[in-house]
């Protein structure tokens, strides 16, 4: 579990079921409005493409390269890990 404050958290700050469910282009993208970045912000700090983190966000890249997931990851203050948990 990551600590992380969002309509999808219980009141101690936990993931709760609804955010447990979410595939991973759901829980890139509330990681990012919790931040408060957006899709340029992101895109620029991770370096890779203006497309490529909508694209991820949307469930249209199938097989995400780690790299990209471990600069998401780290920009959120997160591990690959904690993304993927739960995933099939």
């Given amino acids: 579990m990551i600590p992380l404050p969002c309509k999808h958290c219980d009141g101690v700050g936990n993931y709760d079921a609804a955010f447990a469910q979410a595939n991973l282009g759901e829980r890139l993208k509330i990681l990012r409005l919790f931040h408060g970045h ?10 890779v493409s203006y ?3 909508p694209r991820l966000e949307q469930g249209l890249v199938l097989r995400p ?3 990209q997931l471990e ?3 780290k920009l959120y203050g997160v591990e690959v890990d904690d993304l993927m948990e739960g995933l099939n």
């Avoid at 957006?38 to 370096?47: C, E, H, L, N, Y």
Wanted: proline share 0%; net charge positive; charged share 25%.
């Fill in 51 to 53: 497309r490529t983190v």
């Fill in 71 to 73: 600069r998401l990851a």
């Fill in 65 to 67: 390269r780690l790299y």
């Fill in 38 to 47: 957006t899709f340029i912000g992101v895109d620029r700090a991770v370096g």
